[in-house]
């Protein structure tokens, strides 16, 4: 059923990437990306990991194109003509690489397998008691903001820092 | 009645690609952020027809809705940003 629709999002993430790395112009390729965001968070939400997918949303396709856009119209719009024929090593690199990759594939547990080996940690603990502690009724909502509450506060700390660093650094736009 | 709602989100699917075409190709910056925008209210549909798909339409239309929010925000701010340049 959804098999077609994740199949159809995955090929238009990949569609996208291709995209973003063939335009020359990097406001087009600054927008691909923040439409490879929204597909991004599509794949999430078909997975149902809606939290995630509205992270993505914001920050994929919202906040990082803003940032993009400011780094653009402060530095140059172009990119700097150069070679693109790519060398037969790194093809045959890339090649090997991704074979490696596909061969490895079949090792991995179907998708969604509740018998996997990482479904069987801690994941049935969260799920049984998950609601009952949390109160939380999204298991991935539980996880993220209340088992893992410290990671989250943490990381906006560092996030918050960051963006203090940045204001104090960049110079003002005169007018 | 799933399958219906499988059908219509891989064609809006497919047809993204025609904004995708305008935001690469695009003469102007203004068409790649039309086509940026119109990319983003294609993904709203479709992010709602997947909650059809799941009959989880509540928390999908409340997802649905932020998207279309962030998407206009988006590309208000992109077009304050080119507003400002000179460049077109």
Known sequence: MSEVLNALFLALLVILAGAAVRVRDLVGAVLILSAYGLTMSLVWAG?????????????????????????????????????????????VGVLLLGGLLLLAIHEFPAWSDPASPASL?????????GYRETGAPNIVTAVLADYRAYD????????????????????RRDP | MTSIFVVVAAT??????????RVAAGPTVFDRILGLSGFGTSTTIVLILVGCVYGRLDMFVDIGLGYALLNFVGVLAAARYFERSDRR
């Open chain 2, 12 to 21: 809006a699917t497919v047809l993204t690609l025609a904004y995708l075409y």
């Open chain 1, 152 to 171: 989250t506060l943490i990381e906006t700390v560092v996030i918050f820092t960051a963006g203090v660093a940045c204001w104090l650094l960049l110079p």
């Open chain 1, 47 to 91: 997975m149902g990991a809606v939290d995630v997918a509205f992270t993505e949303a914001v920050v994929g396709a919202g906040a990082s194109t803003v940032f993009f856009l400011a780094t653009l119209l402060r530095t140059l719009p172009r990119e700097q003509p150069r070679e693109r024929r790519a060398r037969p090593a790194t093809l």
């Open chain 1, 121 to 129: 940690h801690v994941s049935p603990r969260y799920l049984r008691d």
